[in-house]
């Protein structure tokens, strides 16, 4: 069984997993994409995957949260991305020695964006064409050991949710075929090329996340979540917040929530 109550640690069957960062279901308002993604670690015997490997703004993070469980990046031997959009994608350099998946379906449309209008990080997807450690699949490919890839358009053309098989229960990566709890709720996404191929994606989502009872959805950029009586229940508790830099010296620093809430100044 797993240890849901921080949202963090799950424990499936053979599998022990870490969600390594939470996801932030937020846009920025001034500056930009914000493109706080989830990252997920998965340790099976000697086997550890990385479901998705986050932007360059979580490269630090990533690897202080492997370091802290002991592990360095020549120590995993697979990198699973959802899809190719950069806040997912880029990091996969990171990983000398893994296998990198990613759909043959993703892969191929990410080659045909123009350079500089999109968020696919294009020399990134180029280098992974030309990878010797690239594994391109497609829907109903094992992808690591009793993980298996379906095919979920609608955010891209070839966005694939994985699913791990623990036996008693599931584990449903989403990336960003499902972002968010609204997301799911309502059916409709933020971005998607077709509402209709996305609403179809959606159904295919909590078909296979109600597929057993207990099973686990971890969203692209929200916390994990369960169904109660066929309603998301959130697993964990949110953290999100900024440092900013107000004052008149660099001792001085104000963190702003994210949160419903507030602000506040902490001297540093």
């Not at 939470?22 to 989830?38: E, I, N, Q």
């Not at 697993?235 to 963190?255: K, M, N, S």
Request: glycine share 10%.
């Amino acid at each position: 069984m797993s240890s849901d109550g921080d949202g963090k640690q799950f424990h499936i069957g053979e599998y022990e997993i870490d969600i390594i960062v939470h996801g932030f279901p937020g846009k920025s308002v001034c500056h930009g994409s914000l493109g706080f993604s989830t990252i997920a670690l998965v340790r099976r015997g000697g086997m550890i995957a990385l479901v998705d490997v986050g932007s360059f703004g979580q490269r630090a993070l990533l690897l202080e949260q492997l370091a802290q469980r002991g592990l360095r990046p020549k120590d995993i031997t697979h990198v699973l991305l959802t899809h190719s959009h950069y806040d997912h994608a880029i990091n996969w350099l990171l990983f000398p020695d893994a296998r990198i998946v990613i759909g043959r379906t993703e892969l191929d449309w990410s080659l045909q964006q123009p350079w500089g209008e999109t968020v696919v990080p294009e020399l990134y997807m180029r280098e992974l064409d030309q990878s010797p450690n690239l594994c391109a699949v497609s829907a109903g490919d094992e992808v690591f050991p009793g993980i298996t890839a379906h095919m979920t358009p609608g955010h891209t053309p070839g966005s694939l949710v994985y699913v791990l098989d623990g036996g008693e229960r599931e584990m449903v990566f989403t990336g960003d075929a499902c972002k968010n709890r609204a997301e799911l709720l309502s059916r409709t996404a933020d971005m998607t090329y077709d509402p209709a191929v996305t609403r179809a994606s959606m159904d295919a989502i909590w078909s296979l996340w109600s597929h057993r009872p207990g099973n686990i959805l971890v969203p692209g950029h929200d916390l994990p979540m369960v169904q109660d009586n066929g309603a998301p229940r959130y697993l964990g508790q949110r953290e999100a917040a900024i440092r900013a830099w107000y004052g008149e010296d660099l001792h001085q620093t104000t963190v702003i929530s994210l949160l419903p809430g507030s602000e506040r100044a902490a001297a540093e």
